[in-house]
């Protein structure tokens, strides 16, 4: 299954250190827009503040980005972009990466944006998922 990470899964996993995120990095593909590295340096030091374990965030950013493949603006299409800006525009604009790349790819976009997550799908897109669903799609398969 191909996933598109967006930044705050990126951020849960960095703060809680929480080891499901790796978990489900190892049993899908994921990938992000390079955008991804503008919001890391834009909250870098909110997420220093509340990261308890300097050393362990270190480690989990190596996993987490040894499994995340970076997508460059460039190779989106324009018909991707407007319509991932006409699904975003009045939710969040700085979405609009993610969910681009998401329908770029045909893949499901995964944020624990609850606004996000309901709004999109209210306007019929439906390729989405939260950590909790792809928690319970990883377990499933592994049984």
Request: glycine share 2%; charged share 35%.
């Amino acid at each position: 299954m191909k996933t598109v990470v967006d930044a705050n899964i990126i951020f849960s996993a960095l703060i809680k250190g929480n080891p499901v995120y790796i978990k489900i990095l190892n049993n899908v593909d994921t990938y992000s827009p390079d955008f991804i590295f503008i919001e890391l340096e834009k909250y870098e030091k909110r997420i220093l503040e509340k990261v308890s374990n300097k050393q362990r965030m270190k480690e989990i950013i190596y996993k987490i980005f040894k499994k995340i493949t970076i997508i460059p603006r460039i190779a989106l299409t324009k018909a991707s972009i407007k319509k991932a800006y006409s699904l975003c525009k009045d939710i969040d604009e700085k979405d609009t990466p993610y969910v681009a790349l998401a329908l770029e790819l045909d893949a499901y976009l995964w944020t624990n944006d609850k606004k996000l997550t309901n709004k999109l799908r209210e306007k019929g897109f439906s390729k989405i998922l939260t950590t909790d669903e792809l928690v319970r799609m990883v377990e499933l398969e592994e049984k």
